[in-house]
């Protein structure tokens, strides 16, 4: 089970501008093949599934503590696709002015016709992601080689949206999860290396280049945020403590496994979008709610 | 963000008898369009997308609440798969004797070769889940119709895949989850009554039969499991209590709303199962992790 | 089994100019998840599939009545696109002139690649509509719910195609498929009224607006075209009159049960497309059909 | 547009047995690549999309007139399906009977879960049908060619699917198709003919094996099915009688092209399956329905 | 079993400029439903597939030499992918200069985020190849009619792929596969000639178009490579000549059959894209190789 | 390009008996997501896209001797199939025998109604393959961590088959495959050593359980069929020698490069199965051929 916390890993600024087609980019790392849906489901499939967890427990509740962080992953990236969409076609309730005339030529016409300008479980040509995409053996090492593959698979595909996209709202949360992702391709190279007795970090980075360049994600580092390992729970999964430990294969800083999640922050809010009904609900009277609220004693004004 | 609580909502009995077909239909339930993975994903995408959250923070709120129930739903349908395939094929790790012979007839050979016989998010003929089962439109009213109706389409699904397996494990499983299910049904016809005034819950249940000839359902209807909504969070989404308030469509009893999640029970231990190397590890020495956690002062046994 | 009529239930202007990517925009309404391929085939199927037809016979003559308008539905969604594509590219025979360079940065190259600049089942990303998109559960409470929703969806996706394309033929068009399929949300909503008591109808227009501020679908309004259900059939289907009565939900004015087919319209003449060889057949002797005509009395000429 | 008839173009006989497995396999010619779906759907855009019709109309009637044939077999494929699914578990209300445990080792668990017993659009593994499967390319030769190919792989894999299943309504609905489908080879093969001057007839059979030892056929061709091409259609449609004449290539008897439909028959009653609440619908009083009857004429008894 | 040589059958010039969007266009050549790897797995899974081969060995041979043939067509398609998309972004190890941005418009990203901008096995839609595209009934007639009409539609889809795209690169690519492909066209039809004795060749050319207008193709069409066909082995498939023989029937020249490869061509070197880290290997040091290469006497040059 | 050569790697014994189900079994080696497809295709789509050559190409040449090894793996792998397919219905000219009555509860029904009793690139549930399964990054690191993953998926897929068929065909190839496979694993583990200096090679048995408890592969190892590389090439690919060499990281002895393919074996006749016109051709006439075999010097006898 999990409990919700309704709040972003990171503060996201607005985007200097909206645009559709970074938004459709940005896509790739919610539901491609490497993007945070595959980490998320891989992860939690390969959790749920862990035989002869006793011994091995260790590597159990790593799986499970980076299962945890990716739920914060696949909402970091839709928030950003939402705000990249937010104001990218003219608001207005006349239909007649074809306030969505931006949608023909984007790049990802669901985002115009599916969704109300939002995210959806798709990669950057618009294909769902897919069940397909978890990987789950059951071999323990072969998982972890599967895990460690998909991180540095993944990582490539951020630095590439990085690439494409100079706006500062996805930028912030690719250099964000450029800094996660290495924690997470550091953590199961550790599993391996724990595993086995080969030094598996020794192959990083994969791909060659370092995060460095990547002023988003050395402010993180500079943070420290490359060091440490969350357990994203209040109570288990303690045990990854005793993979995610020693120096980092990179700086040599030592590395330090949290319980808990990461401190958060609010998201922000999405404008209405009118053109779209997006939310509607005009003719709601709040003043039902405000009433029974007041009655109840919940908080809720509008 | 989440936080992970490494327990299931209910209590799993173990099954009668292995049977890999029972576990095939079971994932109707878990990867189906109708299954656990499409309610999860549903109210997930639609807690990110929604716009215009204030004046009706109270949706945002119930939207919220029961997509992060659904997250221990794809745990217990996958822990219940998991329950299904143990001991399905034979133990030992000589594969001349053709250990895993079960699986060539099986409905579901994945089970066999890509999982170690355990679940996958695929549907009951091994078809996988796909973002296309996703629908966030940005409108609420339609959000809200289309909830109602997955959640009416998910209890059909149930239902037939309890009249077909009649072992312990699945029937425990379904029983809750139509009752769950059940609770998610009244929560959407109730979000649409608040929205439009119009009685939606008069239509149920959906299909005509309601959950009492469900002997598994009644149990925890008798425990008023059918009447609690949970927020699913230690903080927020309190404002979802202004919907789920007044007496139950069914049986008049009263509506309660309650913070946090459901009690919880540890997970059963999956045993090995050699012939799949699942988990393997067989090399792997504990006594380096036992060393360290005691160094650590962290709780590690084997 | 159906017999065929050679005409459209509109006249279609003429585009004002080609453009290959309204046409592509135009693709989700007729082989998106959404799309007239998915209302045809969802009430077709249950159409085929309804169980127990004596007592509920009003249903199956409602939903097949409906089922027979859809393909008309397809048809005219099918020529607006053809109609959009019509002179998309450089006419002529000569390959060396890149006559369909066009092609090269346009939304949907099937449409120059796989079809003569010619509508496919596909949807607004090119992606290919799916048996999956038919529900057909057998409860003929829960297959209305299904339509009545599925009728919602296609609804917004109408209203959202007509913001983005202002073309006079899409125009048209869509108008003409928010008032009829204006006709089915009703539809569906009164069969469940009757079926169960609730008001239904009383949750429209979802989404939240109605279809007065678009001119086109105002002009067929104005003929009384919402309010009219037509059998689609010479014989059979009468008992839909059963459910299709009493005031329309929105502007009170009596609703109408007709016998047969909407009046109907030659379709448009698509002119060739030389550089695509469609039709070719530039040897073809037509002397040859005019004699065999003049023979056997048909009318033939060229 | 369409006008629909309540008739299916053969009486078909009862099932000797239920079998979901024999059903699951027919479903190959509804769903497949080349089942009755393809057919339909080919035939259907390549009527909407064809370019330059004055001088090649014969060709596009004869292309509408098979289109509006095939309707009416999907029609009679999609019953075969439905008598071999009823009564294939066991008939009652109550849940804990197991009354779908059939369903288990079933090839085709939609069957029971998704459909009430009924029909998909899908093919002999449930893999759904798709706009793939459909080939409009412009060019006349090219899709009479590909129609011609089509027609010809329909019949292998009905002939096969006679050669699976021994059951009387299966064999009497593909022993119809054999003789329907085997028009549709000679009526392309002759376009081909007219077309290009080439003796494509001679080509016939393909597969290797004629229609003959199909007893099933036999009897069809007894009554002469083999000769007529039908337009389907009241008015349209004529000038397909230029390419619709002459002798047929396997036993020389003069074809025959007839305006209209086949002659119909009332399509078989489809039992109630209670444990699918299929239909539901216990609650509803038709005693509203008939005192409205009354009222306006219309002809209900329950 | 293959051998294979590191060549391509033609020398492919540079491009004028790098093209993203004719790169995507192509992908339709070599991933779509009649492109290279149709042909290839196609004509290959027939061979493995073919039942009885004694008496009809020519024709086994024929379709074993052709899918010799189809392997160097996926590369000569993808090579000019590749020299489509050299250079389509800015050089350099920068991440923060947005070296990809040209990417986020492009028609397809996957060639910037899944590829290190080169081709993959997808259509011009960026839709994945697959295994449906292949058909090998096991009948002889039935699957030489497939693959006459396969080389038709392909040969469609290169003519207009050719109108899409002026580049240099692309024509000679598509020249030759227009010639290449055509070859294949008359040996199919030649086959289905020598089985059934019809004069399936008269059918010719499918488009109408033959295609002397296509420059590039009429160039090999000197060089007679329109009249030869290649066995693609050193010592099997020779019988293919017993089909593979006559007068060519566009031109009347002789056919020839030949023994082995076409002569080849050495590939283009693929520059470096380090802002994709394609090939990285920075850190590689290259000597290690150069001393062992001297000890083994091995050619290494760096 | 490539040369073929009309043999297998191994002699394939007979089956015991024919076995639909271990065909759709063994269907998962050929057509899975970690089948012989996904092995050939990476290599192949990596070694067109290999960017920058000159220093890197041992690491070329021996991504393409393997994608050359890998084409006589699907070869093998099919003919296993065909081999468990022969004689697995009723063998006849007479359908209404039922000859295929078998395929009704066959695991693949595609085998009876698509293919003649044969392969199709399809895995073990009838899944198509499909070219989302290629990776190829552009980045030679993760590029070669791929492969190296890949191959320790398909080790384990292979094993798991094993354990699932205890048929000598397919026991003999999954044998010889485990055998070849772990060369790959093997291959790509010492490229990334020499790539990046980590003793990947240490890591091995991926899964745990090593290659000796498999009599069959035994079999192979003896024949030290686990120690050579081979260029499957004439002239080309010969720098992978300088990759492959050292001693093998389980046993010790010296790994070897051999030029050219391995030796080969003339593949199985599969018998006609006429119930499935496989692959009829009855009334063609072989003398046709005689006379003109013996006019050209073909050598054909019937």
């Known amino acids: 089970m999990i409990l919700k916390i309704d709040q972003l890993p990171i503060e996201l600024p607005k985007p200097n501008n ?19 849906m595959s980490t998320l489901m891989n992860y939690t499939y390969q959790s749920f599934n862990f035989r002869g967890r006793k011994k091995l427990r260790p590597f159990y509740d790593l799986i499970c503590s980076i299962a945890g962080e990716e739920y914060g992953h696949i909402e970091v990236v839709s928030y950003t696709i939402n705000l990249l969409l937010t104001g990218a076609s003219k608001r207005g309730m006349d239909p007649t002015t074809t306030p969505l005339a931006n949608g023909v030529d984007a790049r990802n016409t669901y985002h115009f016709i599916a969704s109300g300008q939002s995210a959806l479980p798709v990669d950057s040509m ?17 998982d972890l080689l599967h895990n460690f593959f998909l991180e540095c698979g993944a990582r490539a595909n951020k630095m590439r949206v990085y690439e494409m996209v100079d706006d500062p709202t996805a930028r912030t949360m690719v250099g ?35 995060n460095d360049p990547f002023p988003e994600a050395r402010k993180f580092m500079d943070n420290k945020l490359h060091l440490k390992l969350y357990s994203f729970s209040q109570d288990d999964y303690k045990q990854a403590g005793l993979i995610w430990n020693g120096p980092h294969p990179e700086d040599g800083q030592p590395l330090e496994f949290i319980h808990g999640a990461i401190p958060g922050h609010t998201p922000p809010d999405l404008e209405e979008e009118p053109q779209l009904n997006a939310p509607g609900g005009e003719d709601f009277d709040p003043q039902m709610f405000a009433d029974m609220a007041k009655k109840m004693g919940i908080n809720y004004a509008y």
Chains 1, 2, 3, 4, 5, 6 share one sequence.
Do not use: M
């Open 18 to 36: 909206p645009s559709p087609n970074n938004a459709a980019a940005v896509q790739e790392l919610l539901g491609g093949k490497f993007g945070e």
């Open 126 to 142: 618009g294909n769902p992601w897919t069940g397909q995409n978890v990987f789950s053996s059951g071999n323990l090492k072969l």
């Open 176 to 210: 964000y999860l450029l800094v996660r992702g290495g924690v997470h391709v550091v953590a199961y190279a550790r599993a391996l290396e724990k595993l086995t007795g080969v030094q598996v970090t020794k192959l990083l980075p994969i791909p060659d280049l370092s």
